[in-house]
């Protein structure tokens, strides 16, 4: 079993910046890839961004990138976002989730990964 745990969320004014952090454990944690997922009140949980957990190449959506960073430190078993330049319209619930090697374009959605962290709330002010 594998467990992911996000922190680092917050309030923030909007321009601002802030750094979520997410621990995995458990023996059974191989990913392939890990990703970052985020969720507003009334919309569909959309992909922000994921990293090749071996070999380190990221992807990042639309919307975030050029602000949002994706990197890891496989020492620690942990993958951060950092977030720049943040906006009300970046509010939602954050969570980080891993996947196992599958079809490439699985990634790009949910469907594509197996564990799920419980979620942090980043919410950006006007």
């Known amino acids: 079993q594998v467990q992911l745990v996000e922190s680092g969320g917050g309030l923030v004014q909007a321009g601002g910046s802030l750094r979520l952090s997410c621990a995995a454990s458990?023996?059974?944690?191989?990913?392939?890839?890990m990703g970052w997922f985020r969720q507003a009140p009334g919309k569909e949980r959309e992909l922000v961004a994921f990293?090749?957990?071996?070999?380190?190449?990221?992807y990042s959506a639309n919307s975030v990138k050029g602000r949002f960073t994706i990197s890891k430190d496989n020492a620690k078993n942990t993958v951060y976002l950092q977030m720049n330049s943040l906006k009300p319209e970046d509010t939602a619930v954050y969570y980080c989730?891993?996947?196992?090697?599958?079809?490439?374009?699985?990634?790009?959605?949910?469907?594509?990964?197996?564990?799920w962290g419980q979620g942090t709330q980043v919410t950006v002010s006007s």
């Open positions: 458990g023996r059974t944690f191989r990913p392939y890839v």
């Open positions: 990293i090749n957990w071996s070999g380190g190449n990221t």
């Open positions: 989730a891993s996947a196992p090697r599958t079809l490439y374009s699985l990634y790009y959605t949910d469907a594509g990964y197996d564990y």
